[in-house]
């Protein structure tokens, strides 16, 4: 090993992997290259595109502007791993039902962006499309705009954006379901 390259530990979709990078490899190409994690696509490779986004440590985040050696001991979830064993994740499954895409290459960036985004917006975080911002107003209803002004940061070349708005509202549609069912006693 030079000096201008490291030895890294990540977890990746699960699994402890651990590799040697030069010092200016972005995790963006670590995962593709050294990884073999092709799912994640490069757009851009400046942060514009939102091609390549991934959730570190459980946030959504632009791997082509992390350097690898700065996110190591990190947990990364790629789109490879954002399904359940062979039971695709609620936002994959509107994506399909919805059409969210057409020729494919934004779409890995555009689910992990969505499942962070649900993720986000359960969470009580307003947007810049969020009018009423006071902490007691609680979480705004993910309606088309808020999604919109969420999903921003990822750009779809093939204009599919208004399918990717709908896939978005019912996989966060499903969530509230799911959480309600699991979340309330059944009373007689
Ligand atoms: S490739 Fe990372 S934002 Fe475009
Ligand atoms: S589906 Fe082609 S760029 Fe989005």
Redesign the pocket.
């Known amino acids: 090993m030079s000096h201008h390259s490291s030895t890294i530990s990540l977890r990746v979709n699960g699994e402890d992997r651990s590799l040697t990078v030069d010092n200016r490899t972005t995790l963006l190409d670590a995962l593709r290259d050294d990884l073999d994690l092709v799912g994640t696509k490069k757009g851009c490779d400046q942060g514009q595109c939102g091609a390549c986004t991934v959730l570190l440590d459980g946030k959504r985040a632009v791997s082509c502007l992390q350097f690898a050696v700065g996110v190591d001991g990190s947990e990364v979830t790629t789109v490879e791993g954002i399904a359940d064993g062979d039971r695709l994740h609620p936002v994959q499954q509107a994506f399909l039902d919805f059409d969210g ?7 890995p960036g ?1 689910i992990c962006s969505a499942v962070a985004v649900i993720e986000e917006h359960a969470a009580g975080w307003p947007s810049a499309a969020t009018e009423d911002v006071r902490p007691e107003a609680g979480a705004p209803p993910l309606d088309a705009a808020e999604i919109r002004e969420r999903m921003s940061g990822n ?4 204009g ?1 954006h208004n399918s990717i708005v709908r896939a978005v509202a019912q996989a966060a549609t499903m969530r509230e379901a799911e959480n309600t069912v699991s979340g309330t006693e059944v009373s007689a």
């Not at 895409?101 to 779409?107: A, D, E, R, S």
């Not at 750009?155 to 093939?158: K, V």
Request: a positive charge; hydrophobic letters at 15%; proline letters at 0%.
């Open positions: 895409y057409q020729c494919g290459y934004c779409t555009q750009l779809c070349r093939c599919a």
